[in-house]
């Protein structure tokens, strides 16, 4: 990796970092995953309750990147049709016409993702996972770069499907932005007393700009060392026998990837151990389930990682 990549790229980072701090504010380490979750090319959830600015910090990033921006507001009576597209028939030359959906698109939002059923939530999982979308049989590849940005309440709220194990697997980072401090929400009030802070951005990447960055992404050197605290990370939470369900290979190749994103976002072409240990809990928790007894007995998963964290011996 050239140093003069490194930091023509490291540039370009930092004031898309700017544009979503100016939107969303007090909230820096959020920033910081999101923008690591795009370069390690993963999507990401956002789960909070409403008004927090799920939607808002996500659109701020679309906005950021001159690129297509799609949004799936879903409801109960959304269908997989509604997010893939379906095919159209013309009477007149007796033809059917392939419409496409939302999913095409560069960065999709699915706002409230929990609100559909399980049935319209899978229709994503492919889109996810491999980059593509499997209509009437036939395959039709996304454009790179791809993002899937979900905003969806806690599971406690009326009238949400929980997203399955498999589709949570998919997710990179899951995100919470939590209340703001006194002093930055005064400030939030005076930034939107006119306009809201989004309408003063635009584009600082473009489409390359994202995929070469993501290219860059796996040219950052990672010590065996470090892949092996990855994996002496994710090996404890298939011991710990609080959790039924531990984190997956999927899930350690994603701390791995990662953890490189992280590091390129630092303006670095090798990664530490810290990258892993910061990122451990945003990336590790959603993937691994509480038996009944942790969970009735008041365990939380971030906890959990947090505890594994620190309990597991950092390469020197």
Do not use: C, W
Not at 86 to 91: A, E, G, H, L, M
């Amino acid at each position: 990796m050239g140093v003069e990549s490194l930091g023509a790229h490291h540039k370009k980072l930092q004031g898309l970092r700017k544009n979503l701090t100016h939107v969303i504010r007090g909230k820096e380490e959020a920033v910081d995953l999101l923008l690591a979750a795009m370069l390690a090319n993963g999507s990401v959830l956002f789960e909070d309750v409403p008004g927090m600015g799920k939607t808002t910090l996500a659109k701020a990033l679309a906005k950021s990147v001159s690129a297509v921006f799609n949004r799936i507001q879903f409801t109960p009576d959304l269908l997989p049709g509604d997010i893939l597209g379906s095919s159209i028939y013309n009477p007149v030359q007796g033809t059917f016409t392939f419409r496409q959906g939302p999913v095409f698109a560069n960065f999709l939002l699915a706002d409230e993702i929990n609100r559909a059923s399980p049935r319209t939530q899978s229709a994503l999982l492919e889109a996810m996972s491999e980059g593509q979308a499997t209509i009437e049989g036939k395959q039709y590849p996304l454009e790179p770069p791809f993002m899937l940005l979900a905003t969806q309440n806690p599971v406690e709220f009326h009238g949400t499907y929980p997203l399955p194990e498999a589709q949570l697997d998919r997710f990179l980072v899951l995100l919470s932005l939590g209340y703001p401090e006194p002093d930055v929400e005064v400030d939030i009030l005076h930034a939107q007393a006119i306009k809201h802070p989004i309408e003063d951005i635009s584009a600082v990447l473009s489409k390359q700009d994202v995929i070469d960055m993501q290219a860059e992404v796996r040219a950052v050197r990672l010590d065996g060392s470090i892949s092996r605290y990855i994996v002496e990370l994710v090996g404890e939470t298939r011991r710990d026998p609080r959790l039924k369900l531990g984190v997956s290979p999927r899930g350690a190749l994603m701390l791995f990837r990662a953890a490189q994103a992280a590091a390129l976002l630092d303006g670095r072409d090798y990664v530490m151990p810290d990258d892993v240990q910061r990122l451990a809990v945003s990336v590790l928790a959603h993937r691994v389930i509480l038996t009944a007894e942790a969970k009735y007995g008041g365990n939380a998963k971030p906890d959990i990682i947090r505890e594994i964290v620190a309990n597991t011996k950092v390469p020197a």
